[in-house]
């Protein structure tokens, strides 16, 4: 078995024991990402080994890994379907999670963006001028005082009970956290973990057909 063929050059052709090994080793390879390494840092901060260097680094190492571990997928599964003699065309599922993850880490990555900016500006007026930004807040704190004690009139007659769950925005008095940590770091991280659940239905397919696809009988191994 060549394995730089096998995981790297999509025309040609494994059969089924070839390509089971190739797909444990990139499930093993995620899983490492995921449970091994951060098993490690774990041991490592019991010892008293500073890690939160390690700990950001793994982020987004665990990202690239899932997303080369994906095409390196594709590959392997477009040799087995040739050798099977079936469309190339079923590998695109497995681009389905990644794609899905790529999509659901943009649009974070966007929304996050734009409140940034947003707490960004408000961080600026702030250091522009404190007491005028106090002020502010002193009128906006009154102005919320009357508007709550009119819900909560509102929901009495209504007979409701007038709960209500919000995110604290953010004060500009307060240090306002660099951008990577509180844009790129969750929205890579939520990049892999939709891979991983979206991955749970696909792993099914993939083992269940694609491994056991007959192999025709003119198979010519690349």
Same mark, same amino acid.
Not at 60 to 69: A, D, I
Not at 118 to 136: C, F, G, S, T, V
């Given at each position: 078995?060549?394995w730089?063929?096998t995981?790297?050059?999509?025309i040609?052709?494994?059969p089924s024991?070839a390509?089971?090994?190739?797909?444990?080793?990139?499930?093993?390879?995620r899983f490492?990402?995921?449970?091994?390494?951060?098993?490690?840092?774990?041991i490592?901060g019991?010892s &008293?080994?500073?890690?939160?260097?390690l700990?950001?680094s793994?982020i987004?190492f665990?990202?690239?890994?899932f997303?080369?571990?994906s095409?390196l997928s594709l590959?392997?599964h477009?040799?087995r379907?040739?050798?099977a003699g079936?469309s190339?065309l079923?590998?695109m599922v497995?681009?389905?999670?990644?794609?899905? &993850?790529?999509?659901?880490?943009?649009?974070?990555?966007?929304?996050?963006a734009?409140?940034?900016?947003?707490?960004?500006?408000?961080r600026?007026?702030?250091?522009?001028?404190p007491?005028?930004?106090?002020?502010?807040?002193k009128?906006r704190?009154a102005s919320?005082?009357i508007?709550d004690?009119t819900?909560?009139?509102?929901s009495e007659?209504?007979g409701?009970?007038g709960?209500?769950?919000?995110k604290?925005?953010?004060?500009?008095?307060?240090?306002?956290p660099?951008q990577?940590?509180?844009v790129?770091?969750?929205?890579?991280?939520t990049?892999?973990?939709v891979?991983m659940l979206v991955?749970?239905?696909v792993v099914p397919?993939?083992?269940?057909?694609?491994a056991?696809?007959?192999?025709? &009988?003119?198979?010519?191994?690349?």
């Amino acid at each position: 078995m060549n394995w730089l063929t096998t995981l790297f050059n999509p025309i040609g052709k494994t059969p089924s024991l070839a390509f089971t090994r190739a797909w444990t080793l990139l499930f093993l390879a995620r899983f490492f990402m995921i449970f091994g390494a951060g098993f490690l840092l774990m041991i490592l901060g019991l010892s &008293g080994v500073n890690t939160d260097g390690l700990a950001v680094s793994l982020i987004y190492f665990t990202g690239l890994v899932f997303l080369l571990t994906s095409m390196l997928s594709l590959v392997i599964h477009i040799r087995r379907l040739n050798d099977a003699g079936r469309s190339s065309l079923w590998a695109m599922v497995i681009l389905v999670p990644l794609l899905l &993850g790529s999509s659901v880490a943009i649009v974070g990555i966007t929304r996050d963006a734009g409140e940034y900016a947003k707490n960004y500006n408000a961080r600026a007026m702030y250091l522009a001028d404190p007491e005028a930004w106090r002020a502010q807040q002193k009128n906006r704190q009154a102005s919320s005082a009357i508007n709550d004690d009119t819900d909560r009139a509102d929901s009495e007659w209504s007979g409701r009970g007038g709960s209500r769950s919000f995110k604290a925005p953010y004060r500009a008095d307060t240090e306002l956290p660099a951008q990577e940590i509180t844009v790129l770091r969750p929205n890579i991280r939520t990049f892999y973990l939709v891979i991983m659940l979206v991955s749970a239905f696909v792993v099914p397919w993939s083992l269940l057909w694609v491994a056991r696809l007959p192999e025709r &009988g003119d198979t010519d191994i690349d």
